[in-house]
């Protein structure tokens, strides 16, 4: 599927579904969801439903919630992603001195 064809409104509904059918598969309920997340159940139930876009870290906290990890990948392969994440870490004033050296 060609993301790029996708209009904006259509991307985070595409990507709420996406948890969804993972949460389907792994047989998580909307309950345990909300349990896990600390939110409410209707608010779960909202979130699957389409029924308001949901803001970063709220998708955040329901993607961990069922488990699920993201990931950057550079197409060009031109990008040391550990390099990268390890300054993005410091300019928050994370400790980049101990992080895992690749």
Known sequence: MNVNLINENEQW??????L???AIEKSISI???????KMEQSSVSRFFSLKF??????????AKA???NFFFEDKESKT????AMERAME???RRADKLPKN
């Open 13 to 18: 509904m595409l990507l709420v579904l996406l």
């Open 66 to 68: 069922i488990g699920v």
């Open 80 to 83: 040391d992603l550990n390099q």
């Open 20 to 22: 969804k059918e993972i």
């Open 31 to 37: 309950n345990e969801i909300a349990e896990r997340s």
């Open 91 to 93: 300019a928050l004033g």
């Open 53 to 62: 876009k949901p803001t970063l870290p709220t998708f955040l906290e329901i």
